[in-house]
């Protein structure tokens, strides 16, 4: 049947990918748009349209996926991998920044997250401040995106007392009533009637408010469609910051809009909360802070503690924030390395296509492996090698179309996919690492989209035969939300990056480990849109990687911690939703810890380095064992080593030839190890 589902609105914004930049070409009057009250920098992006029905029509329909039930009304999709996805699937904490959240029998419980860090960990727990009572005897999700929430409270019967609205980065909670309905507030508040809140008090070391209607004695009397908002204030807050977070409370945040755009430097997301009525509040994380950013009002009303640092508050309903820009990129370039370096490279690269195993047929192994031999096919004719990666090539694209055959499942258990109905994903039948429960979906399609699009960058036939990778790109990267799909599964345009958990069922809230992982998924996703001429999905691609670039760099490779001291360690290896750690989930070697954060070492993670002090990468290298020669992700600490100078590169080269076989992991070789740093110049 005829593929290339992602087709382009009109007027598409073209994307022209010129040394390592994206330019975007846009029209007069997108740029006459973005200089007009418009959202700043680049102009919004012409966002693709997606036939998902065609899309899951073409693998077969199979209940394979194991998820708890999740609390959603009808016509709302299984929200996985959001920060909310633990009170879908359950009845865990989670964690809206500033605020925690918790349902409970009767309503819900509000918290504060007070961040205390200890030599390996920075947790930030959800302790209720606030308990609310309405009297519900259940809850359900009755509308979602990937930043806001809203919960409906029911009765015993099943009829609807009222919503609780939440959003990241909001400040506020508020729940309006859908019949009159009292709501009773423990916690200590007090009644204020001459101040913009109807009661307020000192709670567990923060000052919270409510603004509503009315409040005596503890209890809030509601009519339909009246709003009761709470909220917690910023230490110190001045008379600006009480009267914004007021307003906010009066007004539910209703849904968040996401639109993004790219230019040669910058990628820009922009959240718009769309509330009801009126005025809103959003707090910006350190990623928005970082480098570059667009002028902003409203903003420097205090300051939220959270395990990730400080939250600056701002009175406003549009958060826009830049990224550097990180365009997708294939192989180490390496026409510039020296004929020594050249020999070296076409040595190792002969020895590791020998080396090949035969690939494994679980989701992430599967693709990992077929990740590396692409690579190491495209370095090889890059380096004039043909002959010695022609049956690699074959070998690799033979089982690209294996895995992409649209009715493989039908035939065999393994490399394949179908598309589960109801948790509304594509899911591989040869699961690992929890897949089967839409973990990690991004890292294993990752590797697949990678390594279709190094292969099919200049073999349009084979491009043909895996139309069902468009599938797989439509899992995890939806631009907008349909009935079979929701809108960005794995990506949180609020937090900068994704979520791994499917269910998240963590009194931490949802995590992501291997933040370079979550890089190489956009970078795999941009290196097939380009492959396949689909332009628009190649600029969301690139929003993807270089958002997601600078949040791993911010929260995970090199995170600013002067505010946490108690905290010992260079990196931080698993973020949390109310915690940091210094650890993973399955090694505690010290290579492990900074290893996962650079695999596979591509030229993406090239990115790493931007903007970072190159003693804090030193530093990270030999807190993880500077020789390279640990058994477990060596190369990638060496790789990882080179980014900081001339000098560090050096070393990491003479390293990279001597250290063992088993210090090279299985998703990269010494030959692409060594052309990454050969690259560098």
Known sequence: MTRRWWLVLALVALVAVVTGGVAALVSDRDRAAATSGGAPGPPDARVPALDTAALVADVPARDVARLPTARVADGVLPQTNRWYSGLVFGDEPVFAQPLSFQLTDAGFTLGLPKPVATEKTIAGPHVPALTVDVGAASAVVSAA??????????????????????????????????????????????????????????????????????????????ARGEVAGWYALPDGASAAAQDALAAAARHPVESVDVTYGVDDEHARTTLTYRTRGGAGAYVLSPHHRAGDQPARTGCGLGEYASVGGPLELCAGSVLSAYAPTVAPAGVPDVRGASDEQRS?????????????????????????????????????????????????RATTADALREWAQSDGCTQRDARCFVYDPTARAAVGLQASFGSDELNDHHFHHGYLLAAAGLLAADDPALADDLGVLDLLAADVANPTASDELPQLRSFDPYAGHSWASGPSQFADGNNQESSSEAVNAWNGLGLWARATGQDALLVEATWLASTESLAARTYWTAPDLAWAPGFTHQVVSLVWGGKRDYATWFSPEPAAILGIQLIPMGPAQRALATDVDPQRIRAAVDEGGADGTATTFGGYLLAYLALAGPDDAATAWERLRAVPDDAIDDGTSRAALLAFVAALG
């Not at 806001?148 to 009829?159: K, N, P, S």
């Not at 190792?348 to 590396?372: I, N, W």
Request: hydrophobic share 50%.
């Open 145 to 222: 995106d990937p930043v806001a929430v809203t919960i409906d409270l029911l009765d015993e019967a099943g009829e609807v007392l009222g919503h609780v609205a939440l959003a990241e980065g909001s400040p506020v909670v508020t729940f309006t009533a859908a019949r009159d309905v009292t709501v009773r507030t423990d916690g200590g508040l007090t009644a204020t009637p001459d101040g913009p809140a109807a009661a307020q008090g000192d709670v567990a070391g923060a000052v919270w408010a409510l603004a509503a209607p009315g409040f005596d004695a503890g209890a809030t009397t509601l």
């Open 344 to 392: 070296a490279i076409l040595a190792a690269l002969e020895q590791d296509v020998a080396a090949t195993p035969a690939f494994p047929s679980d989701t992430y192994f599967g693709g990992k492996a077929l990740f590396r031999a692409a690579t190491l096919v495209v370095l090889g004719e890059q380096l004039g090698a043909d002959d010695v990666v022609a049956d690699l």
